[in-house]
């Protein structure tokens, strides 16, 4: 069954092939990181004009390099939400369109949902050529494939889901089924890493600024907070990290460089880390699943895999992390969850709107 995944929820314009939910055959992301860079985040009208000027030749690349014309497609899946909402109405309509022109079934998917598929996805492609619309992938490079384990995980599983937008801990009893065990009640984790960065004057996006400077640094010169509200619940808190961050910088006359720069970055990191490894322990404790699945953009992050994987090791659970470029946003992961709701009959009506707050 071959499906095509479009993703356009934010600031990346993605499409791709998978062949049964499982095998890429093409993975298209053009990024628009340094459109928005100028402006230190995303600015979704700007977004949106990128989404309708690049999505065409995106999907057109995403069948090319599949070695397919869209006429063998057997279905297409697209993010509904959540996300800005001109963002994924380009995604969306371009979808439509398609369906209606190609008489093909159309399926929405949610992007949470897209970011637990990750998982199960496996051969990632050759690198697209160069002058190809596909950007470079935000995240380390791809000399760090992490700790890939080949087939995903059974279920029931737990996942810990960390991107720009949200924090959570999940338990998947299958696709589309899903039960929030636990939620930031503030910033998602990686929002937290973009607003440090930019108090550091990293630019957009911070997360991966730091990622590559803590590497270099050492994760104790600098005292930051652990924020553990209520130890035994799943829930977390970045907002008190990220003020500390801030009283701290603001109490020097000048911003860190250099390696003062790189043990700040490594400490800021270790206590997000930190936090997300204490609280992934209690959730793999209290619920006795034994298998984590760690997902969305911040699971990119080096820190957060070594750190979990670590944990894992240590008291027994499995930890599932997809390679950097399937943790950030693409529509491999979206093909991968659309193809299980096609599977099981689902199809979305040519009237299918978007939602920017979609819930899982
Ligand atoms: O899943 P994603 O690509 O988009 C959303 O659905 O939000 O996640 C983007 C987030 C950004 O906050 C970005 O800074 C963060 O993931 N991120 C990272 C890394 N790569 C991306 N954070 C820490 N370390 C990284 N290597
Ligand atoms: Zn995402």
């Given at each position: 069954m071959l499906v095509l995944g479009i993703e356009t929820s934010c600031d990346e314009t993605a499409a791709s092939v998978v062949e049964d939910g499982r095998r890429v055959r093409s993975d298209v992301v053009a990024s628009q990181v340094l459109v928005h860079r100028p402006y230190g985040g995303v600015v979704p009208e700007v977004a949106s004009r990128q989404h309708v000027a690049t999505i065409v030749p995106v999907i057109r690349r995403a069948a090319e390099d599949a070695g397919i014309g869209l006429g063998d497609l057997d279905g297409i899946a697209v993010t509904a939400g959540p996300g800005l909402v001109g963002a994924l109405l380009v995604g969306v309509e371009t979808a439509k369109s398609l369906a209606y022109a190609l008489g093909k079934p159309l399926v929405g998917v949610n992007h949470l949902a897209g970011h637990l598929a990750a998982v199960f996805l496996d051969e990632p492609p050759a690198p697209s050529a160069p002058g190809s619309p596909a950007a470079a992938p935000s995240g380390p490079p791809p000399s760090d494939p992490g700790p890939w384990q080949g087939p995903g995980p059974p279920f029931p599983h737990l996942a810990l889901l960390v991107s720009g937008g949200h924090t959570a801990l999940i338990r998947v009893d299958g696709p589309g089924l899903t039960a929030l065990l636990g939620a930031t009640r503030d910033d998602a984790a990686g929002e937290a890493f973009d607003k440090v960065g930019k108090m550091l004057g990293l630019g957009y996006p911070g997360g991966v600024a730091i990622d590559k400077l803590a590497a270099k640094g050492d994760p104790s010169v600098f005292a930051l907070p652990r924020a553990l509200p209520r130890r035994d619940d799943l829930d977390f808190s970045f907002s008190g990290l990220?003020?500390?961050?801030?009283?701290?910088?603001?109490?020097?006359?000048?911003?860190?460089?250099?390696?003062?720069?790189?043990?700040?970055?490594?400490?800021?990191?270790?206590?997000?880390?930190?936090?997300?490894?204490?609280?992934?322990?209690?959730?793999?404790?209290?619920?006795?699943?034994?298998?984590?699945?760690?997902?969305?953009?911040?699971?990119?992050?080096?820190?957060?895999?070594?750190?979990?994987?670590?944990?894992?090791?240590?008291?027994?659970?499995?930890?599932?992390?997809?390679?950097?470029?399937?943790?950030?946003?693409?529509?491999?992961?979206?093909?991968?969850?659309?193809?299980?709701?096609?599977?099981?009959?689902?199809?979305a009506p040519l009237d299918l709107s978007v939602d920017p707050g979609l819930p899982l």
């Amino acid at each position: 069954m071959l499906v095509l995944g479009i993703e356009t929820s934010c600031d990346e314009t993605a499409a791709s092939v998978v062949e049964d939910g499982r095998r890429v055959r093409s993975d298209v992301v053009a990024s628009q990181v340094l459109v928005h860079r100028p402006y230190g985040g995303v600015v979704p009208e700007v977004a949106s004009r990128q989404h309708v000027a690049t999505i065409v030749p995106v999907i057109r690349r995403a069948a090319e390099d599949a070695g397919i014309g869209l006429g063998d497609l057997d279905g297409i899946a697209v993010t509904a939400g959540p996300g800005l909402v001109g963002a994924l109405l380009v995604g969306v309509e371009t979808a439509k369109s398609l369906a209606y022109a190609l008489g093909k079934p159309l399926v929405g998917v949610n992007h949470l949902a897209g970011h637990l598929a990750a998982v199960f996805l496996d051969e990632p492609p050759a690198p697209s050529a160069p002058g190809s619309p596909a950007a470079a992938p935000s995240g380390p490079p791809p000399s760090d494939p992490g700790p890939w384990q080949g087939p995903g995980p059974p279920f029931p599983h737990l996942a810990l889901l960390v991107s720009g937008g949200h924090t959570a801990l999940i338990r998947v009893d299958g696709p589309g089924l899903t039960a929030l065990l636990g939620a930031t009640r503030d910033d998602a984790a990686g929002e937290a890493f973009d607003k440090v960065g930019k108090m550091l004057g990293l630019g957009y996006p911070g997360g991966v600024a730091i990622d590559k400077l803590a590497a270099k640094g050492d994760p104790s010169v600098f005292a930051l907070p652990r924020a553990l509200p209520r130890r035994d619940d799943l829930d977390f808190s970045f907002s008190g990290l990220k003020t500390a961050a801030s009283t701290l910088l603001r109490g020097r006359t000048a911003l860190p460089e250099g390696d003062e720069l790189a043990d700040f970055c490594a400490s800021f990191q270790a206590a997000v880390v930190d936090v997300l490894t204490r609280k992934s322990r209690r959730a793999v404790a209290l619920h006795g699943l034994p298998h984590l699945v760690v997902c969305g953009g911040v699971a990119a992050n080096r820190g957060l895999r070594a750190g979990l994987t670590a944990a894992g090791a240590e008291d027994g659970f499995r930890v599932y992390i997809p390679p950097p470029k399937r943790c950030t946003d693409n529509a491999a992961m979206i093909a991968a969850a659309g193809t299980m709701l096609l599977a099981r009959g689902d199809r979305a009506p040519l009237d299918l709107s978007v939602d920017p707050g979609l819930p899982l």
